[in-house]
């Protein structure tokens, strides 16, 4: 799933392909991934321009001249990608593609979503606030007002938790999926089964240095393509060779040389090197 690296990266890349571009035409051909009748969602879309393009956690949000804002979940596999006028398709823009958006210069937009879990909704801008406040997301961790002592409260709120699913909820910190906290967890030297309450405070210094850190790389080298996941541009990410242990079960640490483990923690699958990672 398309986390904080790869959905920034998508939102930096349109943004500056799209923003102040009109909507001339949308074409749906799989309604459900749009959250309201089409007749509604195309009145409300056509013939508006676009503000700009944000993000809160992994949401796409696309602000419309109209009052009106435009979010896009991309979950599992969703992607979205750009052609300019006259540039010829390649098969992952046409492969699996759900909703097509053309604009007055006539450049398209693609979203295509293979395993469709994907959503696109409408929302009102002066409404987003609010919900967002329902969503309960957590703080965005590359936000300069996020500090050390803010994490160290969320972690407080849930002492009994395990730090590799603490990672994981939105609802602590937002953006941050299955890759990222297992290699936010190893540049930290954290075991992913340690409880947010037992963490030492040298600790939680490394994994909050950690976060920023391996965030930033990976979204340097614009997030990783380990499954479906391409940029704005339909390229592939470039940090899956810079993985340390996310997808490395059986494979050699690349610091100790140990092998890396993996098990499961509700669910989801940690992995870990058990000996750079003690428990
Ligand atoms: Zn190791």
Known sequence: MPELPEVETIR???NGLIAGKRIKQVRVS???????????????VVGAKINCVARRA???????????SLLVHLKLSGRMIFRKKGEELQEQ????????????????????????????????TDKLADFFVKEK??????????????????LQRRPKIKIKQFLMDPQNIAGIGNIYSDEILFCARTHPLRRAGDLRP????KIFDGIRKIL????????????????????????????KVYG???EKCKKCLGLICRLKINGRSAHFCPACQKL
């Open 12 to 14: 930096r890349q349109l």
């Open 30 to 44: 799989l309604p459900k991934m749009v959250r309201l009748p089409l007749a509604i969602f195309k009145k409300i």
């Open 58 to 68: 992994k949401i796409l949000i696309f602000e419309l001249s109209n009052g009106w």
């Open 93 to 124: 823009d046409i492969k699996w593609n759900h909703l097509i958006y053309y604009f007055g210069d006539n450049s398209r937009l693609f979203h295509n979503d293979l395993r469709q879990f994907g959503w696109v909704k409408l929302i009102e």
């Open 137 to 154: 997301f957590g703080p965005e961790p590359l936000d300069k007002d996020f500090t050390p002592d803010d994490f160290i409260a969320i």
């Open 202 to 205: 040298s600790e939680i210094k």
């Open 216 to 243: 930033l790389q990976a979204l340097e080298l614009r997030g990783s393509s380990d499954r479906d996941y391409l940029d704005a541009f339909g390229r592939e990410g470039e940090y899956v060779p810079r993985l």
């Open 248 to 250: 490395r079960e059986g």
